[in-house]
């Protein structure tokens, strides 16, 4: 069962650090873009959209901006109060509301209201699938038919390289062969917190979303083949030239289905399709 309250602390402690992330390299900033460049693509200007796990709303004030109406939740209620502050009343009523809330317990938030839902940070840090279900199973009721679910998923992908350090061999790394089979949760360390995230291979992301009956669309890399980078090649990307050249890279490889999940993260992209869901 998840740990809400130190995930909410520890996002209260750490407001500016995830306000500032992505600008923080240029893989957060090719982060922001890809997400971006997708929702602009299938979220039209003037729709409803609900960003659950929205953080301090960078992509809230991103829709803001493109006259979107727009709704903000969070378990992190210092992060939500920035966000407000930092807008400072000027989208005026296209602001719907900002509640804290967990991604869980959404009763309170009309069904077929939305014409987007972002599920972009809790489904990594749901530990249990009855609360991912339950998360996704809201996405869906509070969609209109024929709306689209943003959610982004945590791949087990970047624990494979530690354990190769020092291996003998493959054919008794009994982990690592595990790991590349299966889903599993990691811990760091974030604002002096222990947080754990839930790691999972698209396929599994696929079905899990596929059992509420959200139509996949689309699954893109987030980090992609510039996970296979370390610190020192990123700092090489330290000019506006070079940095084009790796948002290159990352758009024209995010899609290709023989790298799906070789990645710390990716985007799926949901319909909520015409059927009833019994
Ligand atoms: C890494 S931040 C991502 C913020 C933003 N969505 C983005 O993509 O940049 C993850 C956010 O999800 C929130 N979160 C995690 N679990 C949640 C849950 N069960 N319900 C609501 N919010 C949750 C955290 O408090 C945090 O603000």
């Not at 008794?172 to 089979?181: A, K």
């Not at 370390?230 to 899609?255: I, P, V």
């Amino acid at each position: 069962m998840t740990d809400r309250n130190t995930i909410a602390a520890a996002y209260d402690a750490g407001v500016d650090e995830e306000y500032n992330r992505l600008v923080s390299t240029p893989l957060c900033e090719a982060e922001f873009m890809l997400v971006s460049e997708l929702l602009s693509e299938y979220i039209s200007e003037g729709s409803t959209v609900i960003d659950i796990g929205a953080g301090p709303g960078r992509y809230a004030e991103f829709l803001l901006s493109k006259n979107c109406n727009v709704g903000t939740i969070d378990l992190s209620a210092l992060s939500l109060a920035s966000f407000t502050k930092r807008i400072n009343g000027n989208y005026g009523k296209s602001l719907l509301f900002s509640k804290t809330s967990c991604a869980t317990e959404l009763e309170w938030v009309q069904s077929e209201s939305a014409d987007a839902v972002l599920l972009m940070g809790p489904l990594y840090h749901l530990t249990s699938e009855e609360e991912r279900t339950k998360a996704i199973a809201n996405s869906y009721r509070i969609l209109k038919k024929g709306g689209f679910v943003f959610s982004i998923f945590m791949s087990p992908y970047p624990k494979l390289n530690p354990l190769l350090e020092g291996a003998d061999s493959i054919l008794t790394n009994r982990e690592l062969i595990n790991t590349v089979q299966e889903n599993c949760t990691t811990k760091v360390m974030f604002q002096g917190f222990e947080i754990e995230q839930y790691r999972c291979w698209p396929l599994y992301a696929r079905e899990i979303m596929e059992k509420q009956d959200f139509i996949t669309e689309r699954i893109r890399n987030i980090e992609g083949v510039g996970s296979f980078y370390n610190k020192q090649n990123l700092s090489e990307f330290d000019n506006n030239n070079s940095k084009q050249a790796l948002f290159r890279m990352l758009r024209n490889t995010c899609e290709n289905p023989n790298l799906l999940g070789i990645t710390h993260q990716y985007l799926y992209v949901g319909k909520k399709g015409d059927n009833i869901h019994l």
